[in-house]
């Protein structure tokens, strides 16, 4: 299960996707349009900014934005810089050979793999395109 610290994590960067092309995006401005306590999103911009995915800027112009394009940045990427291993199981991140079994681990390892697969297929670029749809879909279906 993804938690909080990869949700809200997934939503700054994809903020940052939307309104960061003008420059660096406020803290303050990210946690009220994603709705992420600012304190707390603090601490995971801080995280991101140590991995590298976000650089920020100190000063009343500063903010955050993206290090990289968005299209070379992967869900994976984000999901594993702020949750660590997706893996289902212990056994599937057995890096030194010391041979942690698990049982049906061929099953779980092909699950694993796929999901990697597909996470790392999902660039920070196709998800806020999808908001923005989201969010013009939702504009036009508002009426008075």
Same mark, same amino acid.
Request: glycine share 10%.
């Given at each position: 299960?993804?938690?909080?610290?990869?949700?809200?994590?997934?939503?700054?960067?994809?903020?940052?996707?939307?309104?960061?092309?003008?420059?660096?995006?406020?803290?303050?401005?990210?946690?009220?349009?994603?709705?992420?306590?600012?304190?707390?999103?603090?601490?995971?911009?801080?995280?991101?900014?140590?991995?590298?995915?976000? #650089?920020?800027?100190? !000063?009343?112009?500063?903010?955050?934005? &993206? +290090?990289?394009?968005?299209? =070379?940045?992967? *869900?994976?990427?984000?999901?594993?810089?702020?949750?660590?291993?997706?893996?289902?199981?212990?056994?599937?991140?057995?890096?030194?050979?010391?041979?942690?079994?698990?049982?049906?681990?061929?099953?779980?390892?092909?699950?694993?793999?796929?999901? #990697?697969?597909?996470? !790392?297929?999902?660039?920070?670029?196709? &998800? +806020?395109?999808?908001?923005? =749809?989201?969010? *013009?879909?939702?504009?036009?279906?508002?009426?008075?």
């Amino acid at each position: 299960m993804i938690g909080t610290k990869g949700d809200y994590g997934v939503r700054a960067l994809i903020d940052l996707a939307m309104y960061g092309g003008d420059g660096p995006v406020q803290r303050a401005e990210i946690a009220r349009r994603q709705h992420v306590p600012e304190a707390y999103l603090d601490h995971l911009l801080a995280q991101l900014r140590r991995a590298g995915l976000i #650089r920020s800027t100190r !000063g009343p112009s500063g903010g955050h934005e &993206l +290090a990289r394009d968005a299209k =070379e940045i992967t *869900l994976l990427q984000v999901l594993e810089t702020l949750e660590g291993s997706l893996a289902p199981l212990p056994c599937l991140e057995d890096h030194d050979g010391e041979g942690t079994v698990c049982a049906q681990q061929w099953v779980w390892r092909e699950i694993y793999d796929d999901m #990697r697969v597909r996470l !790392g297929a999902v660039s920070l670029q196709n &998800l +806020a395109d999808r908001e923005r =749809e989201r969010l *013009l879909q939702t504009a036009l279906s508002y009426s008075i």
